[in-house]
């Protein structure tokens, strides 16, 4: 692949291809200059199998990055270090705290499984990196780091919280963004963007000296967003102008319909299988 080339493969998303496995989770497989980055893992049902079918090595893999600690991005991480040598880990680290998603008072454990967590802890710990900040992980690819929650109009998605109990709301801290600069933007890839679709890349363009917002992957979390998140996030992205938006995994069906039709051409729904250059 040309140095100057960046090519993304959606590896799990809750749609796929038919020859491929679908799981509500998500991972990316990004090839960007001298690079292979797997951005999140999925629950781990899918990822291997994906992988094989697509003609990806995950040996190959040199960084490992985790946009949050739930359990649908983090679920494939023992086997992806099993199979990928020895990659270097980036993730907050509040990705290891416990959390539940609380409905009719029945909380429902959604953390990092424990077994990623004895994964994790085994590491060296000079291949482990806590992520609280920006961070540039080469010249063109960074991490957002602690993103800032600029608006009302956004939330988590969910009644999300740190106890069983439902009484200790979760902001979701760990929850960071990747960007990948190239000659005509940024690409900017999100796992569900849980700090708010329209704040994460205004965020980006704020670390990226304004500069314009090419495309956005990934899982927006507007499958249950009411009508005035819905619209703040169109209204945003509008504003941004993006040549390519492609919603995924917790998207929702509604939400992405809603912006296939704002925009046309520019709205990809993706699924896994799917590939995009730039």
């Not at 749609?15 to 491929?20: E, G, V």
Request: net charge negative; proline share 5%.
């Amino acid at each position: 692949m040309n140095a100057d080339t960046t090519r993304i493969t959606i590896l799990v998303d809750n749609k796929a291809s038919s020859d491929l496995v679908a799981e509500h989770g998500f991972s990316l497989w990004i090839e960007t200059g001298d690079k292979n980055l797997l951005f999140d893992t999925g629950q781990g049902t899918a990822i291997e199998k994906n992988a094989a079918a697509l003609g990806i090595d995950l040996a190959a893999t040199d960084i490992l990055v985790l946009s949050h600690g739930h359990y649908d991005h983090t679920g494939g991480v023992p086997m992806c270090l099993r199979t990928t040598g020895k990659p270097e880990l980036y993730c907050h680290p509040g990705a290891v705290i416990p959390r539940y998603s609380v409905r009719s008072g029945i909380p429902k454990s959604i953390q990092m499984p424990h077994d990623v967590m004895q994964v994790i802890d085994k590491l060296p710990s000079k291949r482990v990196h806590w992520v609280q900040h920006f961070l540039l992980l080469t010249d063109t690819i960074g991490l957002t780091g602690l993103i800032p929650h600029k608006t009302d109009s956004e939330d988590t998605g969910e009644p999300f919280f740190l106890d069983p109990k439902g009484q200790r709301p979760d902001p979701i801290d760990d929850d960071m963004a990747l960007w990948i600069r190239t000659e005509t933007g940024l690409v900017v890839c999100v796992g569900c963007a849980h700090a708010g679709l329209g704040n994460t890349l205004a965020y980006v363009q704020q670390l990226n000296e304004g500069m314009r917002i090419r495309a956005v992957i990934g899982g927006f979390h507007l499958m249950h967003a009411g009508e005035q998140q819905l619209a703040h996030t169109i209204a945003a992205l509008r504003v941004l102008a993006p040549d390519q938006i492609i919603p995924c995994h917790c998207t929702g069906d509604s939400a992405t319909g809603q912006l296939s039709a704002a925009f046309a051409e520019a709205c990809c729904p993706g699924a896994a299988g799917m590939s995009f250059v730039f």
